[in-house]
């Protein structure tokens, strides 16, 4: 957040001696009034954390003073890229607030990366209105990139990151790639699982996890089972393939009392085009035996079954994993014919 600030205000006081009534491109908003934007939707999303909303927005709205100028506009957006940089900071973990899509809620790190995305998207908006494109930093469009567009295709060899952020919400184009007209970002989903909650794994998580990170969690025992970093593996993989489709890729185990990660369990990628979709889980040794991996494989099972295009779900454990195999069947599954050299076990939608 405050590299996007720093950013932001240094590319519109270069051009604050310009004629801010331009209209920006494909819109009705002038310079000043996109800056109105910027200002007020940094403020909700702070407050939408200070008021832990979760059932719908904080009724407060901002607006700038009549007769502002672009100085002032400038200094608006300071003052609350500060006020949720500061908000940000302080949020415990496992805080979420309503934001509508695509699930409803995000954390802090959802609420910052949505705060640099508007800080970066309109601030070019406007530049780019008095015929300025500026770039910001690398990192910083490549962070909003693995945070909220997981189902964009990475860059391609002869871009950069910030042309594929502008490509992504139909500000420019890319070789090879149609034109995008209607676009969101997408937050990682948090489902709950009674003690647990589910948090899904961005791309860059991921490949700090299979790197043998933390993906910026606390570990019980300090690390995930190795399955969870295998599983966090191939979703980087499938992210940098362009095939990774939200949602169905590497959930973390998160304790809601202590927010202490307890292993790891998702899907092997998107329903098949039998509508199958296979699940994997583990958990750190010093989880087991709580029935923490039943709790969540009920509610991943639940959650994939709100998706029509899913008929069935499988699991598949070795011989000697008999706890796995307890999992699936505590779970509602039932054994299949083996896959050798697999047990199956199944679950189909009612």
Same mark, same amino acid.
């Given at each position: 957040?405050?590299?996007?600030?720093?950013?932001?205000?240094?590319?519109?006081?270069?051009? +604050?001696?310009?004629? %801010? $009534?331009?209209?920006?491109?494909?819109?009705? %908003?002038?310079?000043?009034?996109?800056?109105?934007?910027?200002?007020?939707?940094?403020?909700?999303?702070?407050?939408?954390?200070?008021?832990?909303?979760?059932?719908?927005?904080?009724?407060? $709205?901002?607006?700038?003073?009549?007769?502002?100028?672009? /100085?002032?506009?400038?200094?608006?957006?300071?003052?609350?890229?500060?006020?949720?940089?500061?908000?940000? @900071?302080?949020?415990?973990?496992?805080?979420?607030?309503?934001?509508?899509?695509?699930?409803?809620?995000?954390?802090?790190?959802?609420?910052?990366?949505?705060?640099?995305?508007?800080?970066?998207?309109?601030?070019?908006?406007?530049?780019?209105?008095?015929?300025?494109?500026?770039?910001?930093?690398?990192?910083?469009?490549?962070?909003?990139?693995?945070?909220?567009?997981?189902?964009?295709?990475?860059?391609?060899? $002869?871009?950069?990151?910030?042309?594929?952020?502008?490509?992504?919400?139909?500000?420019?184009?890319?070789?090879?790639?149609? @034109?995008?007209?209607?676009?969101?970002?997408?937050?990682?989903?948090?489902?709950?699982?009674?003690?647990?909650?589910?948090?899904?794994?961005?791309?860059?998580?991921?490949?700090?996890?299979? /790197?043998?990170?933390?993906?910026?969690?606390?570990?019980?025992?300090?690390?995930?089972?190795?399955?969870?970093?295998?599983?966090?593996?191939?979703?980087?993989? +499938?992210?940098?393939?362009?095939?990774?489709?939200?949602?169905?890729?590497?959930? +973390?185990?998160?304790?809601?009392?202590?927010?202490?990660?307890?292993?790891?369990?998702?899907?092997?990628?998107?329903?098949?085009?039998?509508?199958?979709?296979?699940?994997?889980?583990?958990?750190?040794?010093?989880?087991?035996?709580?029935?923490?991996?039943?709790?969540?494989?009920?509610?991943?099972?639940?959650?994939?079954?709100?998706?029509?295009?899913?008929?069935?779900?499988?699991?598949?454990?070795?011989?000697?994993?008999?706890?796995?195999?307890?999992?699936?069947?505590?779970?509602?599954?039932?054994?299949?014919?083996?896959?050798?050299?697999?047990?199956?076990?199944?679950?189909? @939608?009612?």
């Amino acid at each position: 957040m405050d590299a996007a600030v720093a950013h932001a205000t240094a590319v519109l006081r270069a051009v +604050a001696d310009r004629d %801010w $009534d331009a209209k920006t491109d494909g819109g009705d %908003w002038s310079g000043l009034k996109t800056s109105e934007h910027i200002a007020g939707v940094l403020t909700a999303y702070a407050c939408q954390l200070t008021g832990r909303a979760t059932d719908g927005w904080v009724p407060l $709205d901002t607006a700038l003073d009549e007769g502002t100028g672009p /100085e002032g506009a400038i200094h608006a957006i300071e003052a609350a890229g500060g006020l949720l940089s500061a908000v940000v @900071r302080t949020t415990p973990r496992g805080v979420r607030a309503h934001h509508s899509y695509p699930s409803g809620g995000a954390d802090a790190s959802g609420f910052a990366a949505m705060g640099v995305t508007e800080l970066l998207l309109h601030t070019y908006d406007i530049a780019h209105a008095l015929d300025v494109d500026p770039e910001p930093p690398a990192v910083l469009a490549e962070a909003v990139l693995s945070h909220l567009f997981p189902h964009v295709p990475p860059t391609p060899a $002869d871009g950069t990151p910030w042309t594929t952020l502008l490509w992504a919400t139909g500000r420019g184009d890319l070789p090879g790639r149609a @034109r995008v007209t209607r676009w969101r970002w997408h937050n990682p989903h948090a489902l709950p699982a009674g003690e647990l909650s589910l948090r899904e794994v961005t791309p860059a998580a991921a490949a700090d996890l299979a /790197e043998g990170g933390t993906g910026g969690l606390a570990w019980l025992g300090g690390a995930p089972f190795g399955g969870t970093r295998a599983a966090a593996g191939q979703l980087f993989k +499938a992210y940098v393939a362009g095939v990774h489709r939200p949602g169905w890729g590497l959930y +973390a185990l998160v304790r809601a009392a202590d927010e202490v990660a307890v292993g790891g369990m998702g899907f092997h990628g998107p329903p098949d085009d039998d509508g199958c979709v296979e699940v994997g889980y583990d958990l750190v040794e010093q989880a087991r035996g709580n029935g923490y991996a039943t709790t969540a494989l009920r509610a991943l099972t639940a959650w994939a079954l709100t998706h029509p295009e899913v008929t069935s779900l499988l699991a598949l454990t070795t011989p000697e994993n008999v706890p796995s195999q307890k999992v699936a069947t505590s779970a509602g599954y039932t054994r299949l014919p083996d896959r050798a050299p697999h047990y199956a076990f199944g679950l189909r @939608r009612p």
